[in-house]
Each structure stands twice: as structure tokens, then as C-alpha cells.
């Protein structure tokens, strides 16, 4: 036997025991990427990944160290994988969870209906006991001359200072705080320079005030005594001088159609995995902690409807 013919014949035993790929070899992952890694949707047999996000309403660092905690007491709980995805603001949350991208957000309440009036069937699924009368607080700079008052028709001495809001579209930073602005007489117009600014979150709104960039501005209050108990303010440099009447605030918004995901019943298990959540177990009461929360309650579309009435009268609800 020659040579070529020996090299033929090994060759043949190779392609018959598998060792080398052929191009007539079918793939057996017919979705996996550039990097050979397999999609989420294409695993047979197993649970795609449950994407999880939340407006980014404080620090990154805080945001992930909370949000990795609860996927991972969600993945414990209900046996899927669960993934954090951050987003980059308000809008990129509501945005994400309209394409589908995202099948469970930490929405603000504003957010929260601007997120399920565009994607028929979603709805409000828990919040803390803290958001069903939810309050913000204005907060000022004692340069500014504002002292503390408990007359709303005070928020008048705010007309010619320089305020800020936390996001555009939060509720608690934004939208609420407007509305009760708006009922004492003081429109946007009125602030110096002919309009307010936007932090873009709480945590920098309390930044800006203490230093004195801005004279005022208006703070979701539970991270303002979350910030107060760490002893990150300076209250010789700024202090709160009114705390609006209640309204419901932030929510969980879960996607339609997940028990046809996961398997009947998996929505009422995801409910069940927040509101059973306890102070008895460590990882548990860690998540209660970070979010402000003794515990975790269930929600309704219906909770939102007066937010929902004043999204439209501002204009952030069309």
C-alpha cells in the first residue's frame, strides 16, 4: 500500500468516528453566535433567561448590588435563570420593556403606566408597603433663605430660585411634585432662568442642592432618610422644608404571557416569590433593607389611575 493510500485510509476512519467536522455535518445549534456561545431561546429543555431591570433612580453601584441579589433569590425560588440588564435612563426602561427586551422592571409609578398602557396585558404585580402612600420631599440649600413651612400655598417662595427636578419622568423626582407645584400656583416658567433643571436621579439632586448649584429641588423621601440614616447629607448645608401628601409609587410590571414561558401558574409563583419575602432569612432581609421595605404587597393597575390623570394633564402621558 503506498503512501497516499495509507493517508486515505485514515482519513476515512476519522470522518466515520466524528473526530473531524465536513461540511454535510449538520449543526446541532443552528442559533449559536460568533463566539459559538447558544441563545437563550434555543437551549431545548430548559428555561430561557428571565431579564430583570429597573429605572436607574440611584448610584450604580447600589442598583447592582441590590438587583443582583434579587436574581438571585428569583432564580432559587422559581428554578429559571435571572439576569440584571441595566438600563441607561428613565426612558431606555420604559423602551426595553416594550420590545420585550426586559420581562420584569422596578418601575416608578409614572413609569410604570407609561410601560403597561404600551404593552396590552402587562401589568402592576407587587410594590412595598411604603408605595401605597408614597411621599417626596423639597429640599433647599440655607443660602436660599427657604426654611421649613407645612402650608403646600408656600411652595410660592420657590418662584424665582434656582430648582431642580430628579429625572424627567420619575414620579417621585418629577411628576407628583409638578402637580402639587402647579396647585399652588408656581409653573415651571417661574423658576430663574425660566425653567428648573433635571438631575437625572436622587441621589445627584441631593448633590447638587448641598453644594449649591441649585437652591432647591424635590427628592424621593425614602432615599432622602436612606441617605440621612448613612450620613451622606449635610445638613448644615441643606434640609428639607416640605413633605408632600401621599400617593402610590413604585411598582414591579411584569410582561403578558409568561406562564406560556415558564409554565401555567408562573406569574401568581413570581408574585408570591416578593410578597413572601422575610426578615427570618439573611438574603432576604438584605433585599428589604436596600429597598426601604419591611414588606413587599400586591399590586394593581388600578393603584395608578390618578398618576395615570396626572401624567396626562402635564403632558408625560399622551
Same mark, same amino acid.
Given at each position: 500500500?503506498?503512501? #497516499?493510500?495509507?493517508?486515505?485510509?485514515?482519513?476515512?476512519g476519522? *470522518?466515520?468516528?466524528?473526530?473531524?467536522?465536513?461540511?454535510?455535518?449538520?449543526?446541532?445549534?443552528?442559533?449559536?453566535?460568533?463566539?459559538?456561545?447558544? !441563545?437563550?431561546?434555543?437551549?431545548?429543555?430548559?428555561? #430561557? %433567561?428571565?431579564?430583570?431591570?429597573?429605572?436607574?433612580?440611584?448610584?450604580?453601584?447600589?442598583?447592582?448590588?441590590?438587583?443582583?441579589?434579587?436574581?438571585?433569590?428569583? !432564580?432559587?425560588?422559581?428554578?429559571?435563570?435571572?439576569?440584571?440588564?441595566?438600563?441607561?435612563?428613565?426612558?431606555?426602561? %420604559?423602551?426595553?420593556?416594550?420590545?420585550g427586551?426586559?420581562?420584569?422592571?422596578?418601575?416608578?409609578?409614572?413609569?410604570?403606566?407609561?410601560?403597561?398602557?404600551?404593552?396590552?396585558?402587562?401589568?402592576?404585580?407587587?410594590?412595598?408597603?411604603?408605595?401605597?402612600?408614597?411621599?417626596?420631599?423639597?429640599?433647599?440649600?440655607? !443660602?436660599?433663605?427657604?426654611?421649613?413651612?407645612?402650608?403646600?400655598g408656600?411652595?410660592?417662595?420657590?418662584?424665582?430660585?434656582?430648582?431642580?427636578?430628579?429625572?424627567?419622568?420619575?414620579? !417621585?423626582?418629577?411628576?407628583?411634585?409638578?402637580?402639587?407645584?402647579?396647585?399652588?400656583?408656581?409653573?415651571?416658567?417661574?423658576f430663574?432662568?425660566?425653567?428648573?433643571?433635571?438631575?437625572?436621579?436622587?441621589?445627584?439632586?441631593?448633590?447638587?442642592?448641598?453644594?449649591?448649584?441649585?437652591?432647591?429641588?424635590?427628592?424621593?423621601?425614602?432615599?432622602?432618610?436612606?441617605? *440621612?440614616?448613612?450620613g451622606?447629607?449635610?445638613?448644615?448645608?441643606? *434640609?428639607?422644608?416640605?413633605?408632600?401628601?401621599?400617593?402610590?409609587?413604585?411598582?414591579?410590571?411584569?410582561?403578558?404571557?409568561?406562564?406560556e414561558?415558564?409554565?401555567?401558574?408562573?406569574?401568581?409563583?413570581?408574585?408570591?416569590?416578593?410578597?413572601?419575602?422575610?426578615?427570618?432569612?439573611?438574603?432576604?432581609?438584605?433585599?428589604?433593607?436596600?429597598?426601604?421595605?419591611e414588606?413587599?404587597?400586591?399590586?394593581?393597575?388600578?393603584?395608578?389611575?390618578?398618576?395615570?390623570? %396626572?401624567?396626562?394633564?402635564?403632558?408625560?402621558?399622551?
Amino acid at each position: 500500500m503506498t503512501n #497516499r493510500e495509507r493517508w486515505a485510509v485514515a482519513l476515512a476512519g476519522l *470522518l466515520l468516528i466524528g473526530l473531524l467536522p465536513t461540511a454535510c455535518s449538520p449543526r446541532t445549534d443552528t442559533n449559536a453566535g460568533a463566539d459559538g456561545a447558544t !441563545s437563550e431561546a434555543a437551549r431545548p429543555n430548559e428555561k #430561557r %433567561v428571565l431579564r430583570i431591570g429597573a429605572i436607574p433612580d440611584q448610584n450604580p453601584e447600589k442598583l447592582n448590588r441590590l438587583y443582583g441579589l434579587v436574581a438571585d433569590e428569583l !432564580s432559587e425560588q422559581l428554578k429559571v435563570p435571572v439576569r440584571f440588564v441595566p438600563v441607561t435612563d428613565y426612558t431606555a426602561a %420604559v423602551t426595553a420593556f416594550r420590545t420585550g427586551d426586559l420581562d420584569l422592571v422596578w418601575f416608578g409609578g409614572l413609569t410604570g403606566v407609561q410601560a403597561w398602557l404600551q404593552k396590552p396585558g402587562a401589568r402592576a404585580l407587587a410594590q412595598r408597603d411604603i408605595d401605597r402612600s408614597f411621599h417626596s420631599v423639597f429640599i433647599a440649600n440655607p !443660602s436660599s433663605g427657604l426654611k421649613p413651612f407645612s402650608d403646600p400655598g408656600d411652595l410660592q417662595q420657590l418662584k424665582g430660585k434656582r430648582f431642580t427636578f430628579g429625572s424627567e419622568s420619575s414620579t !417621585s423626582g418629577r411628576l407628583m411634585p409638578q402637580y402639587y407645584l402647579n396647585q399652588a400656583g408656581v409653573e415651571l416658567s417661574d423658576f430663574a432662568g425660566g425653567n428648573p433643571g433635571f438631575s437625572g436621579s436622587h441621589d445627584a439632586l441631593i448633590a447638587l442642592v448641598q453644594s449649591g448649584t441649585y437652591d432647591a429641588g424635590v427628592v424621593n423621601e425614602e432615599v432622602w432618610l436612606s441617605r *440621612l440614616r448613612e450620613g451622606k447629607v449635610d445638613t448644615d448645608k441643606v *434640609l428639607a422644608i416640605w413633605r408632600t401628601p401621599g400617593y402610590a409609587n413604585y411598582t414591579w410590571v411584569v410582561q403578558p404571557g409568561l406562564d406560556e414561558d415558564y409554565g401555567q401558574g408562573f406569574t401568581e409563583r413570581l408574585e408570591q416569590a416578593f410578597t413572601n419575602l422575610s426578615p427570618d432569612d439573611p438574603r432576604q432581609a438584605q433585599i428589604l433593607e436596600l429597598f426601604g421595605a419591611e414588606t413587599f404587597v400586591p399590586a394593581s393597575n388600578s393603584q395608578y389611575e390618578a398618576i395615570e390623570a %396626572v401624567g396626562r394633564q402635564i403632558g408625560k402621558i399622551r
